[in-house]
Structures are given as structure tokens and as C-alpha cells.
């Protein structure tokens, strides 16, 4: 199984990923750490990103995924997935793929996330790309959705419970 946690910048799919990824004993990867530099220079300058900027970012987690799914391992994956035709991207024509991934929709309000990405230090998004973010966001119609005002343990237990894992 690969579970996607998808949403906004901010929404903690990073801290949540990592701890669900602990739990599991599976391997975490972060698609922040899949952007070419150009999207992080542009990001960092307040620039918001367009489909054509995300599609090499999007093509290279495709591979990952696929190698993950075809070697049979199990693994999380942190990855805004923001449009519908993003998330079918991550798929791709692979069937096994499809079988295999599981997306996580972390919802949280506007005011919420902003407070969290104002808090940050180490990341290059800035709390003015968050519009943007929302804008660009298409809630998934096929996914477990949770709310991420509880504690991120919590939201860990929701998730299991859910997806069974």
C-alpha cells in the first residue's frame, strides 16, 4: 500500500507522514524533496507554481511510486496532490498502482494553516503562496479526509483506523 497525505502546504503532512510512517514501520518520503530547484527558487520568490512547472516533479514521484508498487513495498508518501489531474499523474495507466495507492486528504480551514505556515522557519513556502494554494486545491471525491486540528498522533490513529493499517 502507498498512502498519499495530500493538502495545502501547511497542513502537516510532513509531521504526520513521518510519524504514520514510524508507526507502520515503512519507509517516508517527502515530495518536497522531489522539486527541481527552479520550483523551490520560485516558490521561495512568492511565486505560485503552474501545472507546467509540477510536471517533471510530478513525472519523478510517478517512478518512485511505480518502483515502490512493482517491488511490493509498502511506503508513505507527503505530497500536496492539490488538482484531481495531479492525482491521476501519481498514478499514471498502472493498474497495480492504482490499486495500491491510498490518498489521505488533510483538511484543515485557511486561518489554521496560515497559523502553522507562520510558524514555520525552515521551509520555502511563504504564508503569501497559501492562497494560491487553496485556490489551486480540488478536493478529492476518493479519499479518506481528516481534520488536521487534532494532534498529530491522533490524526495518525484516525488514519490507521480508516485505511485499516
Same mark, same amino acid.
Given at each position: 500500500?502507498?498512502?498519499?497525505?495530500?493538502?495545502?502546504?501547511?497542513?502537516?503532512?510532513?509531521?504526520?507522514?513521518?510519524?504514520? =510512517?514510524?508507526?507502520?514501520? @515503512?519507509?517516508?518520503?517527502?515530495?518536497?524533496?522531489?522539486?527541481?530547484p527552479s520550483n523551490?527558487?520560485?516558490?521561495?520568490?512568492?511565486? =505560485? +507554481?503552474?501545472?507546467?512547472?509540477?510536471?517533471? @516533479?510530478?513525472? =519523478?514521484?510517478?517512478?518512485?511510486? #511505480?518502483?515502490? /508498487?512493482? #517491488?511490493? /513495498?509498502?511506503?508513505?508518501? =507527503?505530497?500536496?496532490?492539490?488538482?484531481?489531474?495531479?492525482?491521476?499523474r501519481l498514478i499514471?495507466?498502472?493498474?497495480?498502482?492504482?490499486?495500491?495507492?491510498?490518498?489521505?486528504? +488533510?483538511?484543515?480551514?485557511?486561518? +489554521?494553516? #496560515?497559523? %502553522?505556515?507562520?510558524?514555520?522557519?525552515?521551509?520555502?513556502?511563504? /504564508?503569501?503562496?497559501?492562497?494560491?494554494?487553496?485556490?489551486?486545491?480540488?478536493?478529492? %471525491?476518493?479519499?479518506?479526509?481528516?481534520?488536521?486540528?487534532?494532534?498529530?498522533?491522533?490524526? /495518525?490513529?484516525?488514519? %490507521? %483506523?480508516?485505511?485499516g493499517v
Amino acid at each position: 500500500m502507498i498512502i498519499v497525505l495530500m493538502g495545502v502546504s501547511g497542513a502537516g503532512k510532513t509531521t504526520v507522514g513521518q510519524l504514520l =510512517a514510524a508507526d507502520l514501520g @515503512w519507509p517516508f518520503y517527502d515530495a518536497d524533496d522531489f522539486h527541481p530547484p527552479s520550483n523551490v527558487q520560485a516558490m521561495r520568490a512568492g511565486r =505560485a +507554481l503552474t501545472d507546467a512547472d509540477r510536471a517533471a @516533479w510530478l513525472d =519523478a514521484l510517478h517512478r518512485v511510486i #511505480r518502483e515502490l /508498487v512493482h #517491488r511490493d /513495498v509498502s511506503a508513505v508518501l =507527503a505530497c500536496s496532490a492539490l488538482k484531481q489531474c495531479y492525482r491521476e499523474r501519481l498514478i499514471g495507466d498502472d493498474a497495480a498502482i492504482a490499486q495500491a495507492m491510498r490518498f489521505v486528504y +488533510l483538511k484543515g480551514t485557511p486561518e +489554521l494553516i #496560515r497559523q %502553522r505556515l507562520a510558524a514555520r522557519t525552515r521551509h520555502f513556502m511563504p /504564508v503569501a503562496l497559501l492562497p494560491s494554494q487553496f485556490a489551486t486545491l480540488e478536493e478529492p %471525491r476518493a479519499a479518506v479526509v481528516v481534520d488536521v486540528s487534532a494532534a498529530p498522533a491522533t490524526i /495518525v490513529q484516525r488514519i %490507521r %483506523r480508516a485505511l485499516g493499517v
